[in-house]
């Protein structure tokens, strides 16, 4: 695998902030593809031994993804709006909420915390 300049992206400058999290972007697109490169290497082998290394080395990757996540949204205020709203999006969409109501989270007076869901028969409300 051909190994990465680690000189490429070196500007005559210190990068700003919207600059340094477009570069951090890079970072995070590297360890996921790492995630996936030793999650195939995992589901190719029946070695303990070098699965339970694969595991570990696996599982480090995915903690630089989310620490370099949250370097992101320091760095870019505008992600840092989407993640919030996102978590109230994804709140609203698995409770049933209306798109009109998902769609307006972020458009003034956001939506709802609490979306009640219509009445639905199910199994245990038929049970008296």
Do not use: F, Q, W
């Given at each position: 695998m051909p190994q990465t300049n680690p000189f490429h992206s070196l500007?005559?400058?210190k990068l700003t902030d919207?600059?340094?999290?477009?570069?951090?972007r890079l970072n995070i697109e590297a360890e996921l593809d790492a995630i996936n490169l030793y999650a195939a290497h995992l589901d190719a082998t029946d070695n303990e031994e070098a699965k339970a290394i694969l595991?570990?080395?696996?599982?480090e990757e995915r903690e630089h993804a989310a620490l370099f996540w949250q370097l992101i949204a320091r760095l870019d205020p505008e992600q840092a709006q989407h993640d919030r709203e996102a978590s109230q999006k994804y709140h609203l969409?698995?409770?049933?909420?209306?798109?009109?109501e998902v769609e307006a989270v972020g458009e003034g007076g956001g939506a709802p915390a609490?979306?009640?869901?219509?009445?639905?028969?199910?199994?245990?409300?038929?049970?008296?």
């Open positions: 500007v005559p400058r919207s600059e340094l999290a477009r570069s951090i595991r570990h080395v696996m599982d969409i698995t409770t049933g909420a209306s798109h009109e609490e979306v009640e869901l219509p009445k639905r028969l199910t199994v245990g409300s038929l049970r008296k």
